[in-house]
């Protein structure tokens, strides 16, 4: 039997100006998944990923978070989500602990639950010894590590990861991928990225976005020697 569907998105559609972003695109992601949206610079990835976590409004179509639309009750619908942007917002002058508990407060988690809730995500994030360290004097690899804590911080069934891997090195890449793996034992995942192996690596389905459509989706064992990097560069049709 399938499993739950967690997210159900209809027709999103994103116009600036004449520009067309995203164009009528649908998606569905069930409980367990953790789904790829690959595509190049400007497919309209991180356009999609701001729909459907409420943080930009559809010119057209609609987002239902475990059924609740998030148009007509976004905070009932944003509390089942954690989400990492493109560009979080960066606190350097809090430790890490501090930034956590400020972020379990903005997401809701009671009072005394904070404590509880920033261990359990910086176990999760493999931050157990920095919690007393000033986010501004991590490395780049540990900042995004917190980026992810704080998006479970108040245990969502769905994360969202905007291209989380982006200027990191080859070693931080390795561990972040790993850790984004493992958060699937207990979220459902959606990540983008604009790279084909690493999609491979984390994913369980792909998405491909080009030109702001949904042009492949597929199980990742279906992309295996598929020809499927050339659909995400536009070389040939799906
Ligand atoms: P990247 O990998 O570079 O982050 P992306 O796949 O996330 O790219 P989007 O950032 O969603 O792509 O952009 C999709 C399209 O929408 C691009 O043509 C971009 O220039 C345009 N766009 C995005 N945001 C805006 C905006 N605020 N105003 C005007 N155009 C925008």
């Known amino acids: 039997m399938d499993s739950e569907v967690l997210i159900e998105a209809r027709g999103l559609t994103r ?3 004449p520009t067309v972003a995203v164009e009528t695109l649908d998606l569905t992601l069930r409980k367990g998944e953790i789904l790829g949206l690959l595509g ?3 497919a309209g990835k991180s356009t999609t990923m701001k729909m459907l976590t409420g943080n930009l409004a559809p010119s057209d179509g609609e987002t239902r978070i475990k059924g609740v639309s998030l148009r007509e009750e976004p905070k009932a619908a944003k509390r089942h989500l954690g989400y990492l942007p493109e560009q979080p917002p960066v606190y350097p002058e809090l430790t ?12 809701g988690v009671a009072k005394a639950d ?3 809730a920033v261990d359990s995500a910086k176990r999760d994030c493999g931050l157990g010894d920095v919690g007393h ?7 780049k690899g540990y900042q995004q590590r917190v980026g992810i804590a704080q998006a479970i911080i ?7 990861l905007d291209e989380p891997t ?7 890449i390795r561990e972040i991928r790993k850790l984004i793996k493992d958060l699937g034992a207990n979220h459902s995942v959606i990540l983008s990225s604009h790279i084909l192996p690493e999609i491979q690596a984390v994913c369980s389905r792909v998405m491909i976005i080009a030109r702001g ?6 199980s990742i064992d279906a992309t295996r020697g598929s020809g499927v990097g050339a659909i995400t560069l536009g070389l040939r049709r799906p």
């Open 40 to 42: 190049p610079n400007g």
């Open 213 to 218: 459509r949904v042009v492949y989706n597929e």
């Open 114 to 116: 904070r404590d509880a």
């Open 154 to 160: 108040h245990r969502p069934p769905v994360v969202i």
């Open 96 to 107: 890490v602990d501090e930034y956590l508990r400020y972020c379990a407060g903005l997401h």
């Open 133 to 139: 360290r000033l986010v501004g004097n991590l490395s």
């Open 15 to 17: 116009r600036y100006g």
């Open 166 to 172: 982006v200027g990191l090195d080859p070693i931080q």
